[in-house]
């Protein structure tokens, strides 16, 4: 079972979203059929060993393969997953029918620690999203694997952070040398850990050599290299990728200069005839297949610049499906595709699940979602992750930390306070932890909030305030407890009263809402000061420090989702 049903073997049809192209007659199709048998799996630029070893020879960088290397971007259904939420009877026992399970029987035991919940309750979320090469169903004819047994040749890794405003789709590359720990094969025998200057990424997914892959496997590779806990992992293959395409009317794609057959395969003798045109386009079905897998032609022809085109296609298609919204005629077929095309893990196999995981992200806006490249170097022809710049990564996200770093744990509380009368009002003291009292015009209302594990923190800052003359309305425990930089919020009109307020917290920092009045959300930088105040909650672990900023390798090459389509396409010169 390869868990897509979405275009049966020999039909060209998918069952949701309408037809998918035939193969182009003569050119790749032919080209690939012809072949076929005169390179192995192990060539250059190749996946890993039939038997699932993991090690393969390495090839130089931006070589020709011996064979037409095929690409899929798995990650598309999460932006479609989003309009499931519409369906209901009838529907909804048939997508029920179409989701095909993961075995969780091939987990590691040795696993990272989950996420911890903040306050309110809210958690991270972390999403392993896999694009298949199987060459079971019609992916074969759509340019699936040309061998048996399946390979991940996308891999993106989605935190969701526990505010659900913000995420981050880091893309694994598949020629990442790395270790891959014990893994159960098919027959139920565990693997020996493998590691090497020949043990690449996506040879993880490969053992076993079954139709539908080893998505258990590559979770386990992901949680060892990454040291963040996999909460669930979706797999996609080319037809159930074609189909959603098809069933969102086109992805609008751009591509800086034109790509002919030869650079879709490179085992062509001749150029071939164009496919894919210069410039803006839209794309679906088989085209659209052309353009997440194209990696010659364009650039220098690596990985790398294949995964900024992906990142590319995925923002593109989010915006698609954003735009066109849950109107019934693209959902229930984007809906049928997408659920078709999956395979999930016990915690999402049912409709309701995917629902509420769906809907669980629908308030990600698309400048909030980012996609990076971890910090990489090459390796011979492969690549090496650049320490201690990938460390940091994985701890920002750990630690729930976006890019810019900000602390996305979860919301602060906020408590609507009336506006306080506009008359002027004198500077405030000067900043100390208690300062002398002194008169204002007129009262500022005040509510505080501690933001920490430290006992008696927001009495403190309260006492602080009153002393001051400002009027303090509340003094509660924050949603979060996980905040490391104390906030002034203040609503409409309010910035000069709170900048007020904030000069009695050294560091704080100036947040505007829609909220009315001013609130104090207390960090641990105010705990610290003068040598920490208050005490530690009684078995309540300190807030962890901040994670070291992140280096530019990783801030300066992430895109956002709504970036322009035609910028950051490629990687290198040539082609």
């Known amino acids: 079972m390869n868990g897509s049903a979405a275009g049966g073997s020999g039909t060209g049809k998918a069952a949701a979203g309408g037809s998918i192209p035939a193969p182009r007659a003569g050119g790749r199709a032919e080209a690939r059929r012809a072949a ?3 390179g192995g799996r192990g060539g250059p630029g190749g996946d890993g060993g039939a038997n699932g070893s993991g090690h393969r020879r390495a090839g130089g960088r931006g070589k020709k393969p011996e064979r037409n290397v095929k690409k899929i971007v798995g990650w598309t259904a999460v932006g ?34 989950a996420s911890a919940a903040d306050a309110n309750g809210n958690k991270p979320v972390n999403i392993l999203l896999i694009g298949s090469d199987s060459r079971g169903g019609g992916n074969s004819d759509l340019g699936g694997g040309d061998a048996d047994g399946a390979r991940s040749d996308t891999t993106i890794l ?12 880091v893309s694994i590359p598949r020629n990442t040398l790395v270790t891959i720990p014990p893994c159960k094969l098919p027959n139920g025998k565990w693997t020996k850990e493998q ?10 997914f490969s053992q076993g050599d079954s139709p539908e892959g080893n998505a258990a496997c590559t979770q386990n590779t992901v949680e ?3 040291g963040i806990r996999v909460d669930h992992t979706l797999v996609v ?9 098809k069933a969102v009317g086109g992805v609008e794609v751009c591509l800086p200069k034109a790509i002919y057959e030869n650079d879709i395969n490179p085992n062509l003798q001749k150029k071939g005839s164009q496919v894919l045109p210069a410039g803006r386009q839209k794309v679906e079905g088989q085209k659209a297949l052309d353009y997440v897998r194209l990696r010659h ?4 022809g690596s990985d790398i610049g294949r995964m900024k085109r992906q990142q590319a296609f995925m923002s593109s298609m989010i915006s698609t499906v954003k735009k066109k919204g849950l109107e019934p005629t693209t959902l229930l077929p984007l809906a049928d595709a997408a659920t078709k095309s999956l395979r999930v893990d016990e915690g999402l196999n049912s409709v309701d699940k995917l629902m509420s995981f769906a809907l669980s992200l629908k308030n990600i806006d698309l400048h909030d979602l980012k996609f990076v490249t971890p910090p990489w170097r090459y390796s011979e022809a492969n690549l090496d992750l650049v320490k201690p710049d990938v460390d940091r990564l994985w701890e920002a996200i750990k630690a729930d930390r976006t890019l810019d770093g900000k602390d996305a744990t979860g919301e602060q509380a906020a408590t609507p306070e009336a506006p306080a009368a506009p008359a002027a009002t004198p500077e405030a003291p000067p900043a100390t932890t208690a300062p002398p009292a002194r008169a204002v015009a007129a009262p500022i209302r005040v509510a505080v909030y501690n933001g920490t594990t430290v006992n008696g923190l927001g009495a403190k800052a309260g006492e602080a305030l009153k002393a001051a003359q400002f009027t303090v309305t509340a003094v509660s425990q924050a949603k979060s407890t996980n905040k490391l930089t104390t906030t002034v919020e203040y609503g409409a009109g309010q910035k000069a009263n709170a900048e007020k307020v904030a000069a009695l917290f050294p560091g704080a920092t100036l947040t505007s809402t829609t909220a009315a009045g001013i609130s104090v959300v207390l960090g641990k930088d105010y705990a610290d000061a003068d040598g920490g105040a208050g005490t530690a909650a009684p078995g309540t672990p300190a807030a962890p420090a ?25 990687y290198g010169s040539g082609g």
Do not use: W
Not at 83 to 92: C, Q, S
Not at 196 to 204: I, S
Not at 297 to 300: L, P
């Open 237 to 245: 293959d080319f037809s159930g990728f074609a189909a959603m395409t």
């Open 158 to 169: 989605l935190h969701v952070y526990a505010d659900h405003k913000n995420a981050i789709g």
């Open 297 to 300: 032609g364009i650039g220098d």
């Open 546 to 570: 901040a994670p070291a900023p992140l280096p530019s390798s990783v801030t300066e090459e992430a895109r956002s989702a709504d970036d322009d389509i035609c910028a950051n396409t490629s």
């Open 80 to 113: 479609a997953l989003v309009l499931i939420a519409g369906t209901g009877g009838a529907i909804y026992l048939k997508l029920s029918g179409n989701i095909k399970t993961i075995d969780s029987d091939g987990l590691s035991k040795d696993r990272p620690p």
């Open 224 to 226: 060892k290299l990454t």
């Open 36 to 38: 076929q048998g005169k």
């Open 195 to 204: 590691k090497g200057k020949d043990v690449l990424f996506n040879a993880a």
